[in-house]
């Protein structure tokens, strides 16, 4: 059997869980993350390359003789790394998983996404676009709405590029901070103002070769800091997969409505779109609307999704390269996960790096994923605002929550943060 060398980009927890799950593969040859993390390291062989540094990807590409590249993050997606990886003939073989540039604006230009969804008729919040010679035009609009106001910067802005507020003064306020004021930089050149959507949310994700498409298990994250969703947005303080409210008959209606509607646009617009679509969702009384599109896998919700997968995931993702998805069936275990984020005291706001991380090899039960660690001197220390995920199996959600939040006692470091109440909403539907 020939077994590929695998390069992938990134250095998250959504990387430590790919990566995990893909070297149980017997189709793996060498693995290697490009930079990686302290968690990864000891699964493959990090190399010291930012994911956004497209001629040091393509040198490591040559280098390791690499026959599959799979694109974790979104930035080096928005910014081409396909065409440049494509356009080389001593890469041009290689097998991507992930869209081109066209594809990946779904998430890299908010405007362009609620745009598709208009055209296609996948349901959505009602929505206006503006630039800084229609402020005043925003702002009008702002008085067509009903309060809490959405405000979003159209760019990427590292998840923290979203507005919810429910005061209009403030509101119109923001308009100009993000318009004149640059508070988003350039994601915030253009800004979409969306209808607020009352609902529980939840993530569905699918792998497509651009022909046909693999659904992959839901789940849900967590994003604000605070207990009760208070408090200011991060990059995510947990998740859980599967969604109990996700049946069949709700995740039909997904498909039928949003899934092969988004799949079906893409063709129609001409767009050969190959790699991970991630769909956040709000349940509206029963019914799917789209939040958003991301181009890549979720973090933290990969870090609950992989350990659910109990097919080979690497044979998923070269048959998705070949494009050949229609011989891949992906089994499902049924048991519920759930991962537990520990981050940097201070995170989402100013924090410290560096603090030594105490207890992990006390930790029996649970899956560890690494994001914000790195060795030094054999000692591993935080080097990020989220630092690791606790994961675990149950035979319920509730189980699953009970075993992370034991396992969670026994690690430590210095101002180690983490929501205590993840799945809180979810339990009395489990």
Request: charged residues 25%; contains cysteine.
């Amino acid at each position: 059997m020939e077994k590929l060398n695998v390069l992938l980009l990134g250095s998250g927890g959504r990387e430590h869980a790919i990566a995990w799950k893909i070297a149980q593969s017997e189709k793996l040859g060498k693995l290697f993350i490009a930079p990686g993390n302290g968690g990864t390291r000891l699964i493959g062989q990090n190399l010291n390359i930012r994911e956004t540094d497209f001629p040091a990807v393509k040198a490591a590409i040559i280098e390791h003789d690499v026959q599959l590249l799979i694109v974790g993050p979104e930035a080096p997606l928005v910014k081409g790394i396909r065409e440049y990886i494509e356009s080389d003939s001593d890469t041009e073989n290689v097998l991507i998983i992930g869209p081109g540039k066209q594809g990946a604006k779904l998430e890299g230009s908010k405007a362009f996404s609620k745009e598709f969804m208009e055209k296609h008729q996948i349901p959505t919040a009602r929505y206006g676009r503006f630039n800084i010679n229609q402020i005043a035009a925003a702002k009008s609009f702002l008085n067509s709405m009903e309060p809490p106001y959405v405000l979003k910067a159209d760019g990427l802005a590292g998840g923290k590029g979203v507005l919810i507020l429910d005061d209009l003064d403030k509101a119109k306020s923001a308009i100009d901070e993000m318009l004149k004021g640059g508070k988003f930089g350039v994601a915030g050149d253009v800004i979409v103002i969306e209808e607020f959507l009352k609902g529980i949310e939840l993530s569905v994700f699918v792998l497509t070769d651009g022909k046909t498409y693999l659904h992959l298990p839901s789940a849900k994250d967590y994003k604000r800091i605070g207990e009760g969703d208070t408090g200011l947005n991060t990059g995510g303080m947990g998740s859980i997969s599967p969604v109990p409210f996700a049946d069949e008959t709700f995740l039909t209606k997904v498909n039928d409505r949003i899934i092969k509607p988004t799949i079906d646009g893409l063709k129609k617009d001409g767009i050969d779109y190959l790699g991970f679509i991630f769909v956040g969702l709000m349940n509206v009384n029963g019914d799917p609307f789209v939040i958003e599109y991301n181009c890549r896998m979720g973090d933290p919700e990969t870090e609950s999704i992989m350990p659910r997968i109990k097919s080979d995931f690497l044979e998923a993702l070269i048959k998705c390269g070949e494009r050949n998805l229609t011989e891949v069936e992906l089994e499902v275990y049924p048991d519920s996960v759930a991962s537990i984020m520990l981050v940097s005291g201070g995170y989402p706001e100013t924090y410290e790096k560096g603090k030594r991380i105490m207890g992990l090899e006390s930790v029996q039960q649970s899956l560890i994923f690494q994001a914000g660690t790195h060795w030094v001197e054999n000692e591993l220390i935080t080097n990020g605002g989220r630092v690791m995920t606790v994961t675990s199996y149950g035979k319920t959600l509730e189980e699953a929550l009970n075993v992370s939040y034991s396992e969670v006692q026994k690690i430590g470091f210095e101002g180690m943060t983490y929501r205590k109440d993840i799945g809180f909403d979810l339990k009395e539907a489990n």
